[in-house]
């Protein structure tokens, strides 16, 4: 049976003993998908998070070691592009979720890399990492997300992109979906949006907005 409080606390202990905190994470995070399976750690990330929690709202352990963010992507969701700050750790459990990664290049910002999040797998992406996800399947992708910090406290350091201008942007999660729809609507993803709204039903007067001006 996975218990969160259990992996999160011997996350910590492996993190404060290594050289490499990331390596050590990811490691005990592919450990517990090959021990417990996805489904098993699905379950209980399910059951720590009241009933209709929206995306912005699933971070079942939050430390100044770390953060366990649980992941629901909904349908061709395309989020705006956004940094952390610290490290972050993608444990795929159910779906793919796409890593577009950017590097500035004056005042805009140039695609650097795509990575897949595959189901089992680990993805890793560095502390001063750019980036943008997806959702490229036709249902919610589930993920276990680790992040090196408390994200609670270093959400003023934290920084997100325009979509058209490439501006850089004080954080914020309903910044963060304002750009998200920017980028659905840009690319006409209606499908995208639809799920962001189901998800996420604040995000309706933006996404109708957007159909609006399309």
Known sequence: MFCIDT??????????????????AAQ?????????GPDAIIAALDAAVPPGASVGELIVHASPEMTLLYARIPAKFQSGIH????????????GEELNTTYAKDGDRLAVVEQQTATLGTVLT??????????????????ALHLYGGDFGAIQDERSLWDEDSHEELGFSFPALVQQSVKAM??????????????????????????????
């Open 83 to 94: 940094n952390h700050t610290v490290f972050a750790n993608i444990a795929q459990l159910q």
């Open 125 to 142: 992406l560095p502390a001063d990492v750019i980036h943008g996800i997806a959702n490229p399947g036709n249902e919610t992708a589930y």
């Open 28 to 36: 005990l995070m592919a450990e517990a998908i090959a021990v417990h």
């Open 185 to 214: 609507a840009k690319a006409d993803n209606e499908v995208g949006l639809d799920a962001l709204v189901a998800a996420i039903p604040a995000a309706k007067p933006a996404v109708d907005a957007a159909k609006a001006r399309a």
């Open 7 to 24: 992996f999160a606390a011997h996350c910590k202990t492996a993190m404060a003993a290594a050289d490499d905190r990331q390596a050590a």
